[in-house]
């Protein structure tokens, strides 16, 4: 670039600041200056991957760079021109937008009767995501859709299992209850006392009235059909969405009675109060205590 005779024209970098210093102009007549710019290498942080000495600025964090130089009048233009670019993006959104919100408007309609049930189920973290979504595309896919209603059938399955489930004695009670185990889950984690880890089994438990009960503990554990005679202390109740829990601790076996058969475990879809049911691992995962 060639430097431009000394001109009267005050120059201005894009940010609108006003320019001082030699002005070039490059091959099609642009006029250039040179400007301390933050440092592309390092992002202006003057260090080279959060260590060493950026080596582009050597740590100054800027660096000189030839600019483009723009007259008062060019940035006024540039400015107009901006604001009316935005003005047309946000045009374009608000028509965007009110698409949406039509969509959103009849997929609810056309899917008024899972939507109806999804709100009753917002708790759910998967269920609140699909009505999230839905407000946000106005519309879910067919898998999504699916997806929502297995989701509900199953909070319903877990509902009607445990519908009539109370809290069971008052916390520090020792008591012996026969149960049926709906499901159970293992994992390692580290040892409360002493180094090492160890086994923690979760057990969800139901008793002959539709009681539920749980155990977090690594020295007891049921699996899925195994009825017992068990005694337990009760440390506390908690409530799941729809149901009342009660917490053991120091669980023991007293008596194993014979297990039921995966057919006896079926849930029968539309009583009430299910004697016997079937559980996944979906299900395992809303009984396991909250995080
Ligand atoms: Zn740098």
């Known amino acids: 670039m060639d430097p431009l005779p000394d001109s009267e024209t005050g120059y201005y970098l894009e940010d609108g600041t006003p320019y001082k210093g030699g002005v070039f102009e490059d091959p099609k007549g642009k006029p250039f200056g040179e400007a301390d710019v933050e440092c592309w290498k390092c992002g202006g942080s003057g260090r080279w991957r959060g260590r060493r000495q950026c080596f582009a600025c050597k740590g100054e964090k800027t660096i000189e760079e030839q600019v483009r130089l723009y007259t008062g009048p060019q940035l006024e233009k540039r400015e107009k021109q901006r604001l009316k670019r935005r003005e047309a993006a946000s045009a374009a ?28 189920h917002r708790a759910d973290k998967f269920v609140a995501e699909m009505l999230v979504k839905a407000e946000i595309w106005g519309s879910l ?63 969800d438990l139901v008793d002959g009235e539709g009681n539920a009960f749980y155990a977090i503990t690594p020295n007891f554990g049921m699996s899925e059909g195994q009825r017992a005679v068990v005694k337990g202390t009760v440390k506390t109740h908690d409530e799941r969405p729809g149901w009342h829990r009660t917490q053991l601790i120091r669980v023991a076996v007293v008596e194993v009675l014979p297990a039921l058969s995966p057919e006896e475990m079926r849930v029968p879809e539309a009583a009430p109060r ?13 009984l396991a205590p909250a995080a």
């Open 93 to 120: 959104a608000k028509v965007k937008e009110a698409e949406i919100a039509t969509r959103y408007v009849a997929f609810r309609d056309e899917n008024a009767h899972i939507f109806e049930r999804a709100e009753a």
């Open 141 to 203: 896919t067919c898998a999504q859709l699916d997806a929502l209603a297995e989701c509900l059938d199953r909070r319903d399955r877990i509902a009607r299992i445990y519908a009539e489930s109370k809290p069971v004695a008052s916390p520090g009670d020792r008591i012996e209850v026969e149960v049926t185990c709906t499901g159970s889950a293992k994992w390692l984690q580290k040892k409360f006392r002493g180094r090492g880890r160890e086994e923690m089994c979760l057990t």
């Open 274 to 286: 299910a004697a016997a049911f079937v559980v996944d691992e979906d299900m395992l995962e809303a």
